[in-house]
């Protein structure tokens, strides 16, 4: 099983990056996704998921309108597109996989204890 994130790197605020999140190993259209991020001594944070479907994104307040996910199933691959990026953005990015079965529409929120497989994360930095 692997999560391979990327598409990180540094950026002036206001600018865009798009990572993306390369899924094997497993049933990748049995799996809802979510993005999280971990700045320096801070706690993980959900960011983002979506469902198997890729019907239901979900966002937390702080991204809303700015950041947007969206899956290609057939590459086994999800994407989050970051625009207006502000410095307290800058964090490590992870991906992870919850398990939901057929259920293509099932919201899973992105709580840590939610998700089995994780990436290694991939390095956002925004500066002001």
């Known amino acids: 099983v692997q999560l391979q994130a990327c598409g990180g790197g540094l950026v002036q605020a206001g600018g865009s990056l798009r990572l993306s999140c390369t899924a094997s190993?497993?049933?990748?259209?049995?799996?809802?996704i979510g993005w999280f991020r971990q700045a320096p001594g801070k706690e993980r944070e959900g960011v983002s998921s979506?469902?198997?479907?890729?019907?239901?994104?979900y966002y937390t307040d702080s991204v809303k309108g700015r950041f947007t996910m969206s899956r290609d199933n057939a590459r086994n691959t999800v994407y989050l597109q970051l625009n207006s990026l502000k410095p307290e953005d800058t964090a490590v990015y992870y991906c992870?996989?919850?398990?939901?079965?057929?259920?293509?529409?099932?919201?899973?929120?992105?709580?840590?204890?939610?998700?089995?497989?994780w990436g290694q994360g991939t390095q956002v930095t925004v500066s002001s």
């Open positions: 992870a996989a919850a398990y939901v079965g057929y259920s293509d529409y099932r919201v899973v929120l992105p709580n840590a204890n939610e998700y089995q497989y």
């Open positions: 190993g497993f049933t990748f259209e049995h799996y809802a």
């Open positions: 979506i469902s198997s479907s890729g019907f239901t994104p």
